[in-house]
């Protein structure tokens, strides 16, 4: 089963995102605020002619917010698309793609309450068990809660 | 049956060919019309006869495909922004820059192709009109004509399908309340089938469809009355309307003059929904009605959905977009007829008298910034569906067309924005809602307008008239002034742009060229070069100039010049005297190409706000020549509002009045409705003929 995962490194913990999803990895450097927008938020880019709207990830998962260089520029960024809108995923570090060795299988331990959300569940690979992390709950943050709660 | 319009189209191809008819014979087909006779094949035309009509070759393609491709060359166009600006900040190769413009020009030309190819006719939305009225009309014991113009004009695919329903809608209302039964038509000395008129056309980037009836028209007082009845409208209030307010008010909820509910419609729903969906798709609804005569209904929308005349404004560092079909006016918080009031809090912003919710944008938006109020420059929106308010910003920056693109839905989430863009130098910019903006900021919509005309109808005595001029100070240095209604924008252009050319100065924007006045002789040109594009709806001027000095009211009286000529005289603005410049003047002087016999002479007041900026232009486009009271030329034809003096040299007279019914006090038996459009031209014609 040749299924791709791209490893990156969220709020320190590395996790997984499928790599089908993802279409490129960017470096932003501008950043337009959205203001008053929801907070997971961070604003929108823009790529090749086109306008990202910049989710922080960490934000996303209730688990801080993602710090910016100090000089406000250069951030690695994963670019997917959703529903016809492109997304740039702000994350720590863009690790590596590695091949999956199986499906994902429910993770029974208790997870953090942000990952809880975005988790689609645990996947093996060469390097250990990795969680992979839904995309369209890290993009959705502030509405998955609301209807959660 | 079938037979008889291969018939039909046989003969019409033989005469579009020029050639004489064949003495054909046609009594079999008329034979075959008989009642009774239905039958054998008909000889009357052999094959051979029949010439290929030439039919414009079509094929058949998906929208989606069509959306595609429009959203593949949205793209092409903001990567090629981003390619331009690249470019900019390299050194300049004129190969490259030569091939880019190249580039550029063929991107341009197949957006054009494209947009066109979005384009329906209107006749699309229309074809179904005469049906939907026969069947209303069938069912109500009432007679109409319905007559339909301008199919042809063309109009977004989208559009199309956002005005079928409010269209439809209004064709309801103007069959079941408009037209009356032949019995009352009869009765009120009408014939006894009853006209529609559904047309379109196009006027700039708009496209105006107007649903005329000649039924029982509204009844302005009847919808006041009602107003008040439902508690929409106080008795205050009602007191100080305009009769074009009180017609407005059917689009308030809950209004319905019907007497009784039919089936059709008459349920207090609708006209309201009719506005607000034409003002979502950034259009408006006007209405026009004369009691007993009928009703006038004018859609204007734009001519397409994707890319949208914006403002750009910004906040501390951060630049925003605002859809300039929204915008009234921008005055400077500063300004002479401008003041700032905090009441409980909440701002209000009193501009020339009218009184209307100021929300400062930094305040919504929770932005950072150092700016004071009385330094912010203030936008007077009138979002779709809501009324006027005042949005400080910090700073105006220019007019964008801008390739829109809908936002992320978390963006979309705050209900502030209408979407994304790129702006010219790459950078992604958010377009607001101004119907979102002013909920979020607080302000309550509806209602309130009627509350700050009453601020402007009891200030009006008051404060003189004021005619919104432009001072500027021009090349040479003076103070100069342009009514503010001729300029339609300020452009800038490097130096070599302008050129002489065809006998007087020219200066290229865009794809355009205009002739260029407000330049002296031997003046050399260097650097960038700042000129008003000025437009009297047929041809473009371009007027060159210093710097912009302010937006002012003209309140003084204006001290005629010696002779005609570029400057029509001079006044005292903000205190020192200024020239005020002859629009018209420069129009005729320099806009190419308008020659011919000596024009009729019209005598039109000069002080009259109005009659410059609304009746002029009428006037003007009927082939008169307007001068005003101080020109001493013989006028052949003098148009006075009612209440105003008698004029004092021969010629005609045509008396406009305020009010759209004659009967009131005062008014004269021969005057004209100052809006009645169809019966002021009749009388500019007749004037012009009888001379």
Known sequence: MNNLLLIVMIAGSRVALPASAVESVVELDTLIQVPRAAPHVAGLSALRSRVLTVIDCKRSLDLGTTARSADGSIQEGVVVELDGHHYALLVDVVEDVVEALGSPTPLRAAMGQGWERASLGMVETEGGPMLLVDVAALIGGHEQRANAA | MLAVIDRIGEMVATIDAGEELPAGDDSALIAALQPGAEGPALPAVAAGDIKSTAAPRTIRLSVELLDRVMSGVSDMVLARNELARRLRESTGDVAVDGAFERLSGIIAEMRDAITRTRMQRVENLFVAIPRMVRDLSADLGKQVLVDIGGGDVELDREMIEMIRDPLTHIIRNAVDHGIESPADRIKSGKREIGILSVSARQSGNQILIDIVDDGRGIDGKRLVEKAIATGTLSTADAAVMAPRERLALIFEAGLSTAREVTAISGRGVGMDVVRSNIERIGGTVEVDSTLDQGTRMTLRVPLTLTIIPALTVSIGSQHFAIPRTAIEEIVRANGGSVTLDRIGGAGVATIRGRRMPEIALADVLGLESAMADEERTLVVLRPAGGDVYALAVDRIHDHEELV??????????????????LADDGSPILLFDPGGLAEQGGVRLEAQERAARVVEALGQPAKARELPVLLFRGLDGGRRALRLGVVDRIEEVPADA?????????????????????????????????????????????????????????????????????????????????ELLDAHWIFAEHASGRAGGKPSICRLAADDPWVQNLLRPIVEAAGYLVIDETTELAADLTIALEGGTEPSDGGRTIWLRTEPEAAAAGTRKDSIYRYDREGLLKALKAAGASR
């Open chain 2, 404 to 421: 829109v693109k809908p936002a992320a839905p978390a963006v979309m989430a705050t209900g502030l924005y209408a979407g994304t863009t």
């Open chain 2, 498 to 578: 302008i050129r002489f050319a065809a006998g007087q100065l020219r200066v290229q924007l865009g794809d355009s060229i205009l002739p260029l006045a407000g330049v002296e002789e031997g003046t050399v040109f260097e650097g960038k070069v700042r000129l008003f594009r000025l437009s009297d709806g047929v041809s473009e001027v371009g007027y060159a100039f210093n710097e912009v000095i302010d937006l002012m009211g003209l309140t003084e009286s204006l001290i005629p010049a010696a002779r005609p000529g570029a400057v029509s005289g001079v006044a005292l603005i903000g205190g020192e005297p200024a």
